[in-house]
C-alpha cells in the first residue's frame, strides 16, 4: 500500500507541475489552460491527501491495538498462538512501534491539512481572480504558498510512507501477520 500511495503522490506532483507550468506560460496545451487543468489536479489532490491520511492513522491504530492486546494480557490469543511467559521484550518493541507509527501520524497529518486549506482557499482566490474580486497577486500568492507546502508535505509523506512500510513489515514479523493483513 505505501508504495502505491508513493506512485499516486508522484501523480499528483506531476499534475502540480503541469498545472502550473501551464499558469506560467511554460507549457501551452492546444484544449487546455491552467484552469482546466486546476480543477481536476486539486480534485486528485483531495483524494489522494485523504488516503495517505488515513493510511497513516490505520498504521497507528493497528499498533496501538497490538498494544493494547499485549497489555491487557486477556487478548493474547489474538497474537499469538501460545503467549510466552516473558512478554517484556515484545511489549518493549511495541512501545517503539508506537512511538514511531505516532510519530509518522504526527509529522504529515498537518501537512496534509495545510496543502488542504490552502489548496482550497488558492482555488477559490482563482475564480475570485478571473471574476476581478481579487488581484492576480493574491491568488497566486496563496497558489505559491500552497505548493511550498506541498513540496514539504510531499516530501514528509514520501519518507514517513517508507518508515511506516518497514514499522508494519517488523510487527508483521514479530507477531506472525499475513503480509496481506493491512
Known sequence: MAYLLRFLLLVMVGALILTT??????????????????????????FIQAFVMFYFIGVARLVENVWNALHSEANLHELFDEAPADLEPYKKKVARYVHESQLSKRQTIPWTMLMLVLGTIAFLMGGAHDTGLVSKTTHSGIAYGFLAATVIGFVRQWYYLGKSYVLLREIKALFGISRDAM
Do not use: C, D, K, N
Not at 21 to 45: D, M, N, T
Open 21 to 46: 507550468s501551464a499558469a506560467l506560460g511554460w507549457v501551452h496545451l492546444e484544449q487546455y489552460g491552467h484552469i482546466q487543468l486546476a480543477i481536476p489536479s486539486f480534485i486528485y489532490v483531495i
